[in-house]
Every structure is written in structure tokens, then in C-alpha cells.
């Protein structure tokens, strides 16, 4: 093999796809990423077993075609430091040979032959939405999923489409956080939990601002996401999620109206004095306002007091401030609502007309 190359496009691309091969694998040829060069097009791929992606460049020219597997980290790591617009790679038994102005960079890698190949998902319910409205979707949702590797059947989001209507859902346990979006056209009945790590490469793929199309393809055990040239294809978790729907309070007993970066920014000063694994604040709603306390031993108490708009009978609930801190960093909502009933029963938090963040309380406090 051997081409010519935009450095940058390269760069990016190998990025996208070095990202995914595994640092620890008792299979060491997946910690290589393929190229594959003909007809003036240059295809990256790599794959832990789970996972795979594959991004596409065109702005390659092909003197020789053929392919060749170049070491994920070590090679993404080179072109980061490489600054000429043009870069040559140049492949012989196995070595490859990348030229960059004044600088010449051997490679070693490993036979083509026995590096797993790839797959598509040749059958599958698909629909289309804006990638940068996908992102955004994923944003509001995914910092609700559980980290625990012990919880494997909320590591990941749940998205579920139907009656022209698509959901990303995420809870650990102690809250949960909804956003939907109506589809227009023909929208397919799906439901998919998909890792969060598959969402942490697809950040790498597309962004929140991106304008294009992103094409999602579901089957019963993998999920493709596809945006112009680059692709990814993951497992999807096999485990039952929960019940969300039923988590979500019908009622409530209150309604509280309350400016969302005045709630925020007051919430961070009371909560720099709840320290300790059981960090709480308390919410006290009256008629008239809004009370915040929080207490360390040893350490000090915070109280400060706001306006709010409550409707309703009022009263105290406390909750973890980290919880709700994530959920305001998330929302452009000027207003938010709160609705709840008492101490035992999860509130509502209406963080846009289309979001909705579940968080339940801390009881005894």
C-alpha cells in the first residue's frame, strides 16, 4: 500500500477509530487500527469485539492500493505532533513507513489477514433524526445512567421510538431523566439499551452543532449510528430495564415555579456546607419563598432564602445537591417547575417541554 494523505482529515479520523481499540486485550491484534486504500478513498476501522467503528476520507490519493494495521495509540499520538498539510504512508511486509515533511516514522504492525472483519447490521428497524438533536438528547440524559459495573442493566441509555415519538431514558436507581422528541414521517417501533461508552465515542463522531442526518439502525442485539462517512456499531446490553414510566409521579400535592440559574447558583453556595458521603440539602417551600439549609459537623450550616411561586400545600424534602446540579448544568430552561407531594414519593422536575428529570428524596434528613 502506499497513498498520500490530508494530514488533518487523517488526524481526525484516526481519532475517531483509534479510540475504541482496547489499551488490555487478550488479543493484541484489535490494539491495531486497519487501513484499507483504493480507488482514491481511505478507510479507517477498528474494533474491541463489542464495538467497531469505521470513518471513510477522500481527500487521499492511491498509488498503490492495498491495506495495512498501524498501532492505535502510538500512531494517533505521531500525527497529533505532525504539522505538514500532506502525509505519505508507504507499507512493506508489515512496516509501515509514514512521511511528513522532513520526518520519516516507522511503524510496525501485524498481518491484515487476521484482523476481525467487519459487520453490518443487515437487518433492523432505522430511523432518521438530526445528529445535533440526537446529541443534544443524549446530553440531558446520559449523566443520569448508573457508573457501577455491577449495575450492567442501566450502564446505558434506553432509547425507545413509537407512534412517531423517540425517548432516550437514563436512570441509576435515584433518579431518572426523560427526553423525547416527535419524529415526523414513518417512525419504527424500537427499544434498545445501548452502553454509555458506545455514547462517549459517538461524542467523537458528531457533535452537538452538527446539522446532518443521523441514520440509526437497530437489531435485536447491535445498534448502528451512521452520519455521513463514519459509522459505529455496537452491542447493545441485554438486561430488562426498568419500569420508567411507572417512576414518574401523575400527581402531586405542590407545584413550584423557581428561576433556574438563581436555583443554581444558591443551591451551589448551600452545598458547599454539606460535606461527607451523605451530602443534603434541604428544601423547605412556604407561600412565600424558598428556604435552603445545609449542615456539616464539625464544619458550619448554610441558610439562605429565595422567592419562588408555590401553589399548593408547600412543605420540606431534601435531596443530594450533586444530583440536581447535574440536571440544572443541562437544561436552557429560564423557569423550571418542580412538582411534589412529601418526603417519601420522588419530585418532578420539568426542565423543558420536552424533559423531564425524576429525582427521589433523602429520607430522615
Known sequence: MKILCDLQQLQEAFSVVSGIAPLKTPKPIIQNVLLRAENDSLSLFATDLEMSARVSIDSVKVKEPGSALLPARETNSLLRELSDPTLSIEVKEFRSTLQSGAGSFVLVGDDPEFFPRETDIKQGQELSISAGLFMDMVSKTIFATAREETRYAINGLLLESTAGCLRLVGTDGRRLALRYENLDGDVPEIRAIIPNRTFQVLTRIITEESDQILKIIASENQVAFMVG???????????????????IPKAADTSIEINTAVLERNLRRVAVLSSGDGRTVRFNFTATGLELNAESSGVGRADLTM???TKGAGGAISFNPDYLLDALKVTELETLRIDMSDESTPAKFTLGESYTYILMPISGS
Open 229 to 247: 462517512k463514519r459509522v459505529l456499531i455496537s452491542q447493545l446490553l441485554e438486561n430488562r430495564f426498568p419500569d420508567y414510566e411507572n417512576v
Open 307 to 309: 422567592e419562588v411561586e
